[in-house]
């Protein structure tokens, strides 16, 4: 559902490499787009729908599962109508704009008895993944402090991403993700805690949405984290200090190869598509009733510190406490 630049260039050949997806139809607003994927790809023109008469698809056995990859502040809408279609669900992150939204999309999808999930790639990718491996084992010890950077120049300034109303905010939404990401992830606690700080340079071009925010999490077992993201320069890292030694990774969050180091040792960046692994593992969980790893929940948990972050730069507050799930 919806055709732009991710579902083109990522979603559309990740298929290709998926061992348990087929694509099987399209939702779009542009009815000559959306027959060239049905020639590409080769589905029915039958499964083409629009955003009007989308709550059809519940008669169409063909499709088990929905990919929202549209703006943001459209996800909830999509969520909730495909959870009524009776389909389970990926969401694109972030898979909400507040997590008030993200609460209304996970009771949307129990109710309906389907799965949510978030397009968190990097769960699947090997070298991200080692890091968080190392945690808790010899000779790492638990994480102390993970630093977390994801930042690009914003081209275009007419696009959706720099409107409120459609992408929910900046930076933060679109990329900070990724380092609420990482902070969470490798730490493996939920923070407690958060001060940010937000800088904006070009107050025409980010009118109304943030262009640079850092933020700082606490986690209850002591751990802390350093995150910063922004539409005004480039950054793409992460570093995990462990009890013992530490390890780094550049490109951390992009589409692969993640590379980076381990105690030393270099991680072999190895090529493969992180979205076919994510689509194949939603399957598996589909059809073993198990909840994915990067369920709605994680969504949630996400907005909760996202939600933190806006708080404390409009309070002006040092610190401002996250809501528990
Ligand atoms: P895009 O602008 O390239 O595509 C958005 C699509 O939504 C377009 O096909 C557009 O026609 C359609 N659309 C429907 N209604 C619209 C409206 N009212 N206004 C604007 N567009 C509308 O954006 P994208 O880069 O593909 O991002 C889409 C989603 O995917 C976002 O939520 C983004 O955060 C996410 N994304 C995720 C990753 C990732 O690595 N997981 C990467 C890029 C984007």
Known sequence: MGLGNYATRQLAPAFKETHHCKLTGVVSGDPAKAKRWSDEHG???????????????????????????????????????????????????PMTVTAEESRRAIKACRAAGVQLSVGYRLHFDPNYRALMLARGTAPSGQVRYVQADMAFPMGNPNQWR??????????????GVYCTQSARFFVG??????????????????????????????????????????????????????????????????????????HNQPLEPRKFSQQALQMDDFVRCIREGVESEVSGLEGLKDALVVDAVYQSIANGSRRTLIESV
């Open 43 to 93: 589905f029915a023109p039958e499964n083409i729908y629009d955003y009007e008469n989308f709550d059809s698809i519940a008669k169409n056995p063909d499709i088990d599962v929905v990919y929202i990859v549209l703006p943001n502040s459209m996800h909830l809408e999509f969520i909730e109508r495909s959870a009524a279609a009776g389909k389970h669900v990926i969401c694109e992150k």
């Open 162 to 175: 720099l409107r409120k109303a459609l992408a929910g905010g900046g930076a933060m939404y679109d990329v």
């Open 189 to 262: 606690e939920e923070p407690i805690a958060v001060t940010a700080q937000e800088i904006k340079t070009d107050p025409v071009k980010f009118a109304e949405v943030d262009e640079t925010i850092m933020f700082q999490l606490e986690f209850p077992g002591g751990a802390t984290a350093n995150c910063t993201t922004s539409y005004g320069f480039r950054s793409n890292s992460v570093h995990v200090d462990y009890q013992k030694g530490w390890g780094s990774l550049q490109p951390a969050h992009n589409y692969g190869p993640i590379q980076g180091v381990l």
